[in-house]
Nanobody, 121 residues
Framework: QVQLVESGGGLVQPGGSLRLSCVAS????????MGWYRQAPGKEREWVAV???????YYADSVKGRFTISRDNAKNLVYLQMNSLKVEDAAVYYC???????????????WGQGTQVNVSS
């Protein structure tokens, strides 16, 4: 099973930017649709952004226009560029594979440790 390691989180002021990275453990990564998810304290984990193997992207309404997902298949990496961060973006961010069913995106692999994003002045 693909193992995933997220990094790049930190503390940023509202309006600031962060770039998250996720590296996968195997070359089969390139055929998978990948997604970023987040979980805030007391809330359920939610999908944030998804990118297909061909580079088609999808975004949750809450981040559309502010976040950009991208991938580098040669390096088994997926990125999440987060701009204009808001206090409500604070959460632990995870990457995982993604499958669409039941009207939304769902992770289909094991979770990594995630990376913490804090947005505060």
């Amino acid at each position: 099973q693909v193992q995933l390691v997220e990094s790049g989180g930190g503390l940023v002021q509202p309006g600031g930017s962060l770039r998250l990275s996720c590296v996968a453990s195997e070359s089969a990564f390139s055929i998978n649709t990948m997604g970023w998810y987040r979980q805030a304290p007391g809330k359920e984990r939610e999908w944030v952004a998804v990118i297909t193997s061909g580079g088609v992207t999808y975004y949750a309404d809450s981040v559309k226009g502010r976040f950009t997902i991208s991938r580098d298949n040669a390096k088994n990496l997926v990125y999440l560029q987060m701009n204009s961060l808001k206090v409500e973006d604070a959460a632990v961010y995870y990457c995982n594979t993604a499958k669409f069913w039941g009207g939304t995106w769902h992770a289909s692999g094991s979770w990594g440790q995630g990376t913490q994003v804090n947005v505060s002045s």
